[in-house]
């Protein structure tokens, strides 16, 4: 019988490397006759790390190279952190699955002396790259100086003494995967700062039409995760206009209902929307194009416009 070999595409960073390993290692322990293989590639998102990702193109940097390679038939499958995979995928190539959430929070590694965000000094230097998390800091504290910090996880810790900054703001899910733990100053609950749209989870991407590999990555999907990030992908595809900006979603999944949480912010944070919807898990992705509509009629249009520079949001009649 012939082995079969799986190639699974992924950033070379310690992150995306612990999280195709988990794949793989997955796929070994449920099929022990398949050889799976790793396949690093290097994005335009891993190359450019002294920009904001904001002024050169967003998140979809950090995939774009690992679909080309799919495309090309030179991987079967691509693991992703969900929070960097954009609303729209090549033709040809699609989401198959969404993993089981990790914790969805965000983090503080704080600076030593410090035991919670609320003792950070006035004007307290505070490193991170998003916008969205930037615009929530600053809508609770618009005294703080909000410094872009670029790399892996390690690297980005590092900043908080290289830079000498007050706090360096992450994700929970990668600080547990890369072993972090102890460095974890305090959480973030959601209500302070809502997590990225998909944070936490893995996204698996495959060929449409690669029957034999969707067959055998299936079980990879997580029901009330996937029912839950598609909703928050939803409020994403119908507010985002192709970079990143401050917008955020979070849905939790309890007895077949979802509760989803969008938010709209203008990157300095003065002007921040929040709105909190229900509903059966039958209509997620409905629901998340509904969330952002009532988001716009109630004011997010011209915030977004702002951020764009352009005219392109208007609340529906």
């Known amino acids: 019988m012939t082995t079969r070999i799986l190639r699974i595409g992924t950033r070379a960073s310690a992150l995306a490397l612990w999280q195709a390993n988990w794949v793989k290692s997955e796929l070994e ?30 998140k979809g940097l950090f995939v774009k190279e690992i679909q080309e390679a799919m495309l090309r038939n030179e991987i079967d499958i691509a693991v992703h952190s969900m929070k960097d995979v954009p609303t729209f995928f090549p033709a040809g190539t699609g989401l198959r699955c969404i993993t089981e959430r990790e914790d969805p929070r965000d983090i503080l590694v704080l600076k030593n002396g410090y035991k919670s965000f609320t003792e950070i000094r006035q004007g307290g230097r505070i490193g ?25 996880v390690q690297t980005r810790i590092g900043k908080l003494t290289e830079d000498n900054l007050d706090a360096v ?7 547990h995967r890369l072993g972090f733990d102890d460095q974890i100053g305090e959480y973030l609950d959601p209500k302070i700062c809502l997590p990225a749209i998909g944070q936490g989870a893995l996204g698996l991407e495959s060929r449409i039409d690669d029957t034999a590999t969707n067959d055998l990555i299936d079980f990879f999907n997580h029901p009330s995760t996937a029912c839950a990030v598609s909703a928050e992908r939803a409020v994403l595809a119908t507010l985002e206009g192709g970079c990143q900006v401050p917008i955020a979603a979070f849905g939790t999944v309890t007895d077949e209902q979802l509760e989803l949480t969008g938010l709209v912010s203008s990157v300095d944070g003065r002007q921040l929307l929040k709105k909190t919807v229900s509903c059966h898990v039958d209509q997620a992705e409905e629901t998340g194009v509904a969330l952002a509509g009532q988001l716009l009629e109630e004011g997010a249009g011209p915030i977004l416009n702002a951020v764009y520079g352009c005219e392109t949001f208007e609340a529906k009649e």
């Not at 099929?31 to 193109?57: C, H, N, R, W």
């Not at 991170?128 to 892996?152: C, F, H, W, Y």
């Open 128 to 152: 991170t790259s998003s916008l969205r998390r930037k615009a929530q800091l600053l809508n609770l504290r618009p005294d703080l100086e909000m410094v872009d910090i670029r790399g892996n």
């Open 29 to 58: 322990k449920k099929y022990p006759e398949l050889t799976v293989s790793l396949t690093k590639i290097k994005t335009q998102g891993d190359k450019i790390l002294d920009v904001p990702l904001a002024m050169v193109g967003g």
């Open 169 to 175: 703001v992450l994700a929970a899910a990668g600080m």
